[in-house]
C-alpha cells in the first residue's frame, strides 16, 4: 500500500510502531488461544458434561451452538442473541447438505462454523456453531478444544458406564456362586 503523510517523518519510526501494532496483535491472538485452550483442559479435567460445555462455547462465541447426532438430530443447543428458531429451521435437511472433509469447515451458505465430535471413522456427532462471516481462528479453535471436551466426557461416560457394568456382573456371578460369602 501507498500511504502519504502530511509531515516529514523517520521511517524507522514508522516501522517501528507498525511492527508494535503487529506484534501486539498476534501477542492478543496468543493470549486468547491459551486462554480458550485453559478452559476446555478445565472442562475436561472436571468431566464437565455437554451442557457446560455448550455454554462456556456460547459464551465465548456468542452465537447459538448446536450439538448433534451423527443423524443430524439435534442433541442439544443454546441460544446466541439472533433468532435460534429461523438458525435451527428445518436443521436435519440443512445439516446433512454440509459435508466434513477435514475436522472443521465453514459452511458459508448456512452461516455455520462445523467440525466433528470424535474420530472421523467413528465420529459420533458435530457441534455446530453460528458464524455468517468467516470464522476466526480463534472461533476454530474454541469449536475444535470443545469437540475434544465432548469427546473426552463421552469417552469418561462409557468407561464410568463399563465399569459400573462389571461391578454389577461380577456381584451378579458372586451371588450365583455363593450367596452367603462374606465378600459378596
Known amino acids: 500500500p501507498l500511504v502519504a503523510l502530511a509531515r ?8 517501528q510502531a507498525v511492527g508494535e501494532r503487529i506484534v501486539d496483535y498476534q501477542l492478543e491472538e ?13 472442562l475436561s479435567i ?11 462455547v456460547q459464551r465465548l462465541a456468542g452465537a447459538t451452538v448446536v450439538l448433534e447426532d451423527e443423524q443430524h ?16 429451521a428445518d436443521w436435519p435437511a440443512r445439516s446433512r447438505v ?9 459452511d458459508e451458505a448456512n452461516g455455520w462454523l462445523v467440525t466433528r465430535v470424535g474420530k472421523r ?16 481462528q480463534r472461533l ?3 469449536a475444535e478444544r470443545a469437540a475434544a471436551a465432548l469427546a473426552l466426557h463421552r ?24 450367596p452367603g460369602a462374606p465378600d459378596v
Open 8 to 15: 516529514e517523518v523517520r521511517f524507522a519510526a514508522v516501522a
Open 121 to 136: 471413522d467413528r465420529g459420533w456427532g458435530r457441534l455446530v456453531i453460528e458464524s455468517p462471516g468467516r470464522p476466526a
Open 30 to 42: 496468543l493470549r486468547e488461544a491459551q486462554r480458550v485452550h485453559d478452559l476446555f483442559t478445565e
Open 98 to 106: 454440509v459435508v466434513l472433509d477435514g475436522r472443521t469447515t465453514w
Open 155 to 178: 469417552l469418561h461416560d462409557r468407561q464410568r458406564d463399563s465399569l459400573v457394568r462389571r461391578t454389577h456382573h461380577e456381584l451378579l456371578l458372586g451371588l450365583l456362586a455363593d
Open 73 to 88: 438430530r439435534i442433541v442439544d443447543f443454546r441460544s446466541g442473541p439472533g433468532d435460534a428458531a429461523g438458525f435451527l
Open 46 to 56: 472436571s468431566e464437565a458434561g455437554p451442557a457446560e460445555i455448550l455454554e462456556s
Open 140 to 142: 476454530v479453535a474454541t
